[in-house]
DNA sequence: ACAAAAAAGAGAGCACCGCTCTTGCATTGG
DNA sequence: CCAATGCAAGAGCGGTGCTCTCTTTTTTGT
């Protein structure tokens, strides 16, 4: 039982949580650059290389934040997608795409730290992989939904990208049509691409009603995979 | 004349020119997190106190990189499109965004440290604004000369984004219709978001044929702006 | 032409950083 | 009960950005 394996077990849990905890406080405080292990073991009122029992180096406190982080957003999204699961499928996509602007806007160091730049020399390990997916399956989850609802119209797809269509539908789109799968992904970049500027400060002087903004862009990607107008 | 204006002007333009190129150096090697003044001052044999006269703090430095970054990258697109000129718009479309995805690659670091998350703590200069637009600015005359040969058609505006489009318009579009401002604006973010996407490593098992991918995709961007085909 | 002023480099030093190693103490399992 | 293990602490290494002082060199004003 987890209840009987020892203090020392448990203490160890407890500690690489609040770890991680101030580590989250200080990210959002000041960045993930300013992120000092020392503050951290200070703030603990412990010393510096007592942390790194539990992490073995500034990167992989990192690590784990960046996990934690994809599971917070991706958390988000899923929450919200529940919210509106019986609505039309352009409904759902466009709570979905809300939900990330609004983690974002929430947690802006956390959603620069995973998709602003790499932290230089870091490369994810594959454990990262599955956290990262959680927005990307609902959004081919709602294509598929609305291609089986027959409200799913089939995008052009250019012929010279017919072979890397069939692979994505084979690796992780399942049953949708090749073109869709295309699409699908540029979307899904796209979606970022209009979060990071927004968050990023590229939009300072040219967009104003950022909310109306992001909700006609959001419906636009919803439009060019294919999705049916309401 | 500049070149009665002393040695003393003279030497700090160029001490000033090596400090960057050496800072650019360091930044294609390791990254902005890892530019260190030290290290540039021993590179150029002198003592770390000494760039203080050139750069008031590691920050004034970035900036520095990141004003020529923008123009480096305006310039590349600039090049681009000048080659295609006479082209059809589509075309000219294509040609500024794979010139802003060739840059990227080729300068992964300094794309990271305009388009990647922002300096904690630090906020741009008025002064990178102009470099910063050069690029948009671009994807606006192409639109603009769309619109002048009768090949632009008007993508549909909701109701809520007419005056923020009209805004837009009189900031930055000139003779443009409203919903293709916004929806330029809306491409532009979505093209650095297939950009990012690809150099920070989301595309990782999920994109192979990155070339076709983003012609394709950037493509669609240039159809849903308006741009009529061929 | 010469003195005053401004600019630039050198060096020492401060406070911080990530990380390593060794040393004791507390807990744990056989 | 006691040896093995886990863990915190401390000292220390090499690095960082940045400041301050001191000296030398160049520019400038009269």
Redesign the pocket.
């Known amino acids: 039982m987890s209840t009987t ?8 849990i407890e ?1 690489t949580a609040a770890i991680k905890d101030e580590a989250r406080r200080q990210l959002a405080a000041e960045g993930a650059a300013k ?8 703030e603990l ?17 990192l690590t784990a934040l960046i996990i934690d982080a994809y599971d917070s957003v991706g958390e988000a999204a899923e929450t919200a997608h529940a919210e509106v699961a019986d609505a039309g499928v352009l409904l759902r996509w466009t709570a979905v795409c809300e939900a990330v602007r609004g983690w974002a806007l929430a947690h802006p160091h956390e959603y620069a730290l995973i998709y602003g730049s790499p932290v230089p020399g870091y490369v994810a390990p594959e454990t990262t992989v599955p956290p990262a997916a959680r927005v990307a399956l609902l959004l081919i989850g709602i294509a598929r939904d609305a291609q089986r609802a027959g409200m799913l119209a089939e995008p052009p797809l250019p012929a010279d990208l017919h072979a890397e269509a069939e692979r994505m539908v084979a690796d992780f789109a399942g049953d949708l049509p090749p073109a869709v799968a295309v699409a699908l992904v540029a979307a899904w970049a796209e979606l970022y691409g209009l979060v990071s500027f927004e968050l990023f400060g590229q939009f300072r002087r040219v967009v104003e009603d950022r909310e109306a903004f992001f909700r006609y862009a959001v419906r636009r990607l919803a439009l060019g995979v294919g999705l049916a107008d309401v």
């Not at 394996?5 to 160890?12: I, L, T």
């Open positions: 394996q020892g203090a020392r077990a448990r203490a160890r500690v992120l000092s292990l020392r503050a951290v073991a200070r009122g412990m010393v510096s290389s007592a942390l790194y029992r539990y992490f073995p180096s500034r990167d992989d406190l």
